[in-house]
């Protein structure tokens, strides 16, 4: 009975945490996709201290919704309808629970003031097409 309450607790948990899981739809690498509907491309420091924008200061995230600006946010920006994402590779993982899979994608335009970008599937981005939300993103051949 605990145990069935134990993995009951964990699923709801991973899913408010890390969205639907769709196996194995996963982007692949060289794949490209059409930004069918505006996301948001958001910069942040990784430390308060050091403000500047560069790759070892900072890096963007891809996300279905604006958020609110706060301290260690760099910029923020819609990702114009039409834009063209290609998915680069997968970030390296670590073994965190309610982790996302992770994707470091090239816009076109590039919208990233020569941050890496992140694409995570979660809060909003994942779906059924390759794992990406097919509201937001359209597959290019």
Not at 44 to 69: G, I, W
């Amino acid at each position: 009975m605990r145990a069935g309450i134990a993995l009951t607790l964990f699923t709801v948990i991973s899913v408010i945490f890390c969205g639907l899981s769709y196996a194995g739809e996963e982007p692949q690498v060289k794949n490209r996709y059409k930004i069918v509907k505006t996301i948001y491309l958001m910069a942040t420091y990784n430390s308060l201290n050091n403000r500047q924008l560069s790759r070892e200061t900072a890096c963007a995230y891809l996300h279905a919704e604006e958020y609110a600006n706060k301290s260690e946010v760099a910029f923020q920006c819609g990702v114009p309808v039409g834009t063209i994402m290609t998915i680069i590779g997968p970030v390296p993982e670590i073994w965190l629970p309610f982790v996302a899979k992770r994707y470091f994608v090239q816009l076109d335009p590039d919208l990233s003031r020569g941050l890496d970008v992140i694409l995570a599937l979660n809060r909003g981005i994942e779906g059924n097409l390759d794992g990406l939300n097919p509201e937001l993103f359209g597959r290019l051949e």
